[in-house]
C-alpha cells in the first residue's frame, strides 16, 4: 500500500524557515518525480515544486523560487522542503505527491499525503 | 502560466442527476488533464487522467472528456458519496496549475 505522510508543518513568524518531510512508502520511491502542492481557501491548490527521481532537476512556482527547496533522500525514501524567507502568504497545508507515471515530470498526481498545516504569522 | 477555469463554482443536485462539471485552459493542454475529488479535510483524490483515463477503482460513472482547451467530468448518476469538491489539473510542457474547483453539494 503506497503511503506518504508529511511531517514539519508548525506556526512560524514571518522571515522565519521550516523543513517538510515526506516519508513514502509502498513503491519504488526512486522511480517517480515527486511534487509538493498548498493549499489555502483562498487560491485553492498550487502546485509548490517538483523534483525529479535523481534529484537532479527541480522546479518551483514563481512566488518560492529562490526562498524554499525542494529535495530528495532516496536511501530514506523521503522527500523534504526547505522553507525559507517564510512570508504570510505561504500560509497553507503543504502535500506531497507521488507523480502517476514512472518517469513522467508532467504528469497527474496519484497518491497524495495527508498534509501538513504551515502558518506564517506574528 | 497557463490557467484553468471551472464552471460552475457550486453545482446543486440531486442523487441520480446527471452532473458535468467544464474546465477551460488558456492554452492548449492537448491531454494533459487530470481531475481530482476531495472532501473535507481529506487529500485530493485521483479521478480521471489524461483527459479520459479512469484510475483504478474509480466507479465507471464518472467520465472525461475533451482536448486542447475544453474539458468536461461528467457524473451519469450522482451518488451519496460523490458529494464533494472536483478540481481540473494539467500538467502540460513545464506546467503544472489546479482549476479552483467546483463544490457539489445537496439540492
Known amino acids: 500500500e503506497v503511503q506518504l505522510v508529511e511531517s514539519g508543518g508548525a506556526l512560524v513568524q514571518p522571515g522565519g524557515s521550516l523543513r517538510l518531510s515526506c516519508a513514502a512508502s509502498?513503491?519504488?520511491?526512486?522511480?517517480?518525480?515527486m511534487t509538493w502542492v498548498r493549499q489555502t481557501p483562498d487560491k485553492g491548490l498550487e502546485w509548490v515544486a517538483n523534483?525529479?527521481?535523481?534529484?537532479?532537476?527541480?522546479h518551483y512556482m514563481a512566488s518560492v523560487q529562490g526562498r524554499f527547496t525542494i529535495s530528495r533522500d532516496n536511501a530514506k525514501n523521503s522527500l523534504y522542503l526547505q522553507m525559507n524567507s517564510l512570508r504570510t502568504e505561504d500560509t497553507a497545508i503543504y502535500y506531497c505527491?507521488?507523480?502517476?507515471?514512472?518517469?513522467?515530470?508532467?504528469?497527474?498526481?496519484?497518491?497524495w499525503g495527508q498534509g501538513t498545516q504551515v502558518t506564517v504569522s506574528s | 502560466d497557463i490557467q484553468m477555469t471551472q464552471s460552475p463554482s457550486t453545482l446543486s443536485a440531486s442523487v441520480g442527476d446527471i452532473v458535468t462539471i467544464t474546465c477551460r485552459a488558456s492554452?492548449?493542454?492537448?491531454?494533459?488533464l487530470a481531475w481530482y475529488q476531495q472532501k473535507p479535510g481529506k487529500a485530493p483524490k485521483l479521478l480521471i487522467y489524461?483527459?479520459?483515463t479512469l484510475q483504478s477503482g474509480v466507479p465507471s460513472r464518472f467520465s472525461g472528456t475533451g482536448f486542447g482547451t475544453e474539458f468536461t467530468l461528467t457524473v451519469s448518476s450522482l451518488q451519496p458519496d460523490d458529494f464533494a469538491t472536483y478540481y481540473c489539473?494539467?500538467?502540460?510542457?513545464?506546467?503544472?496549475?489546479f482549476g479552483q474547483g467546483t463544490k457539489v453539494d445537496i439540492k
Open positions: 523534483i525529479k527521481q535523481d534529484g537532479s532537476e527541480k
Open positions: 509502498g513503491f519504488t520511491f526512486n522511480a517517480y518525480w
Open positions: 489524461e483527459t479520459s
Open positions: 492554452q492548449s493542454v492537448t491531454n494533459r
Open positions: 489539473h494539467q500538467y502540460s510542457y513545464y506546467s503544472w496549475t
Open positions: 505527491a507521488k507523480h502517476t507515471k514512472p518517469d513522467f515530470r508532467e504528469d497527474s498526481f496519484h497518491y
